[in-house]
């Protein structure tokens, strides 16, 4: 079947593996009686963006999580930029390189936009323990936060509380942060969700861009933006990476088809 | 300036212009009254650090003011009997010097803070609360058990200590110091709030994920905010018991902790003046109600209540409204 032909991980590929800037390598997660990852092993070269799909409830999410150190894999390695970053938490792995946005926003809500901005620039600065100097008084940090919020097209709400934000200003709010921190990668999960189409026109031009920077590891549910971008495609259905390839091998497989196509949906 | 702004400059000038005035019309209660209220208020700011400013529940910030306070009695115990503390391996003398009591009680208090907090900012929510509390009650039953130090009755304190230049047992005087000392901590609470700590410290109470994703532990930016918090009310300790010239486990009771959160709360939660504001108003209603009737503190829980369900700004919000923003 064509599918099983896609599944690249022989030997002689885990040499990319370690090439690659960032990898997973038989990463899998239970919870309970659910197997959300069931040895997950994909890679994210330099310069590309890596579009992760699947149905709801696939796992990609979890996923993410646990590359990002927010859950531990039960078992499995990951690897960024040559280390393997398995045991260390979220902080350490940010400090790294390694920047993602939220499904759900995570944002310092009753702060303004530039504030949260301003934090990505402290984060990546190093040390947040200065304890005088009015923070936004730092023309270093406002300048980034500034030139970030303008990237993205938030700058003329720079003051606006980021709780007063729509959901989709939320995810752009999410990317400007993560650009801050001069990533050398990005984990962005369903930064589309709640943009419109004009928003996510405008996102997809920019992430095009982006990967040129820092490749992008993309979850996303709207597939126009996917056949777009991705230069590569991994199918997640139940935990479980049952295909990875570039974007017309991808989108004749017959789950790919039913779920994406218009032929009956892939909720079971 | 803020609304905000003008309400605090007020109620600073407010409590010096009560004592000031007392003096005057010669009322030295209004000034131990007055002392008390710059005293606690230093407390609430400490535990406002972490209460307002970090998220960080704690009901055990009495076991910093009764550090602060047990640093000034055994120190001054030992200056008083010439008895020093410490022979061998090094020769450690009491005294009765303020800035040198102060500066241990600082250091002790930040110790202790580090030591609580490195295992209790391990958990959050009640289980953060629990592990503070307990903290809190080790340290009262051990001072209850504690004989060398005037266990279970305290540890009285026959003069007050010294400060180069002044006349400390003059009450105004001993006011002037608690009072500086609390505007210095107020100074430097309104600039940490704006510094790039503050910034960290209130994004880690609002969304963790966000600022660990940034890469800063929050861990160790409330960490910090927890030694500060703790090393601030440990000031106020050593002044409350210079204060009393007395020292008892009391200071270390959960009560206390409760009290302390209680001035933050009836102020504003977060509000810089807020634990100025409350302290002032739980010792104006001490001494009138308490005066009055002994189930004041019924009265207290009503108006506690009445602020936590419908003033969530304590005092200070119900008089500028909601907090303005910077940035
Ligand atoms: N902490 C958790 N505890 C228990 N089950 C969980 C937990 N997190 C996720 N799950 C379950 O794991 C499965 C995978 O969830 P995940 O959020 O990764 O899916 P997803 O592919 O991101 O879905 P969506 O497209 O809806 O975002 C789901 O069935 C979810 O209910
Ligand atoms: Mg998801």
């Given at each position: 079947m064509r599918a099983a032909a896609l599944l690249v991980y022989s030997p002689e590929v885990r040499q990319e593996v370690a090439d690659s800037i960032l990898a997973t390598e038989g990463v899998c997660k239970r919870f309970g009686a659910l197997?959300?990852?069931?040895n997950v092993t994909l890679d994210l070269h330099e310069g590309e963006i890596h579009a992760l799909i699947g149905p709801n409830g696939a796992g990609k999410s979890t996923l993410i999580e646990q590359i990002a150190g927010a859950i531990k894999p039960d078992k499995g390695k990951i690897y960024f930029r040559g280390h393997n970053?398995?045991?260390?938490n979220t902080a350490e792995r940010a400090r790294l390189g390694l920047a993602r946005t939220f499904q759900i926003s995570a944002l310092a809500?009753?702060?303004s936009v530039l504030q949260n901005v301003i934090l990505g620039g402290l984060g990546a600065q190093g040390?947040?323990?200065?304890?005088?100097?009015?923070?936004?008084?730092s023309s270093a940090l406002r300048e980034t936060a500034e030139a970030a919020l303008e990237r993205v097209g938030l700058a003329q709400l720079a003051?606006?509380?980021?709780?007063?934000?729509?959901h989709g200003q939320k995810r752009q709010l999410e990317v400007a942060v993560a650009l801050t921190?001069?990533?050398?990668a990005f984990l962005m999960d369903?930064?589309?969700?709640?943009?419109g189409s004009s928003g996510s026109a405008r996102l997809t031009t920019f992430l095009s861009e982006l990967r040129h920077e820092a490749p992008i590891l993309l979850i996303e549910h709207d597939m126009d933006a996917v056949f777009a971008l991705a230069d590569r495609i991994s199918v997640l259905v139940y935990g479980k990476v049952i295909a990875t390839g570039s974007v017309d091998e991808v989108r004749i497989l017959p789950e790919v088809r039913r779920a994406y196509l218009g032929d009956d949906a892939w909720d079971c | 300036m803020s609304r905000e702004g003008w309400i605090n400059i007020a109620l600073i000038l407010s409590l010096l212009a009560v004592p000031l005035w007392a003096q005057v019309a010669d009322e030295p209660f209004l000034i131990t009254l007055s002392t008390r209220v710059a005293i606690f208020a230093l407390a609430g700011v400490g535990l406002n650090l972490a209460l307002?400013?970090?998220g960080l529940v704690s009901l055990g910030h009495a076991a910093f003011f009764g550090i602060g306070g047990y640093a000034m009695g055994i120190l001054a115990s030992h200056a008083q009997s010439y008895?020093?503390?410490?022979?061998?391996?090094l020769l450690i003398e009491g005294t009765k010097s303020m800035p040198v009591i102060w500066l241990t009680a600082l250091l002790v208090s930040g110790l202790v803070a580090l030591a609580i907090g490195a295992l209790s900012l391990r958990t959050t929510g009640v289980y953060f609360i629990m592990i503070t509390l307990a903290f809190g009650q080790m340290l009262y039953y051990f001072s209850i058990s504690?004989?060398?130090?005037?266990?279970?009755d305290g540890l009285p304190i026959y003069t007050r200590n010294n400060f180069p230049?002044?006349?400390?047992?003059d009450p105004i005087q001993f006011f002037l110091i608690s009072y500086v000392i609390l505007c210095i901590a107020l100074v430097f609470i309104s600039l940490l709030t704006k510094s790039s700590f503050g910034l960290a410290l209130n994004a880690a109470r609002q969304s963790v994920r966000r600022v660990e994703t940034v890469g800063i532990s929050t861990y160790r930016v409330r960490l910090t905010a927890f030694v500060l918090s703790g090393m601030m009310t440990g000031l106020s300790g050593a002044l409350f018991a210079d204060l009393n010239r007395f020292v008892s486990p009391s200071m270390f009771s959960w009560q206390t902790s409760g009290e302390i959160m209680i001035f933050v709360i009836l102020g504003?939660?977060?509000?810089?003046f807020g634990p100025v504001a409350g302290a002032a108003l739980f010792i104006v209603l001490e001494h009138l109600l308490g005066g009055i009737s002994d189930y004041w503190l019924i009265f207290l829980g009503l108006l506690l209540l009445a602020v936590v369900l419908?003033?969530?700004?304590?005092l200070i919000g119900l008089l500028a409204g909601s907090p303005s923003r910077s940035g």
């Open positions: 197997l959300a990852s069931d970053v398995t045991k260390l809500l009753e702060d040390r947040p323990y200065r304890f005088f100097k009015p923070v936004l008084a003051r606006t509380r980021a709780g007063e934000l729509s921190l001069k990533p050398k369903e930064p589309m969700a709640g943009l | 307002g400013l970090g008895a020093p503390i410490l022979e061998v391996p504690w004989p060398a130090y005037g266990g279970e230049g002044l006349n400390t047992l504003g939660t977060a509000r810089l419908f003033a969530r700004g304590g």
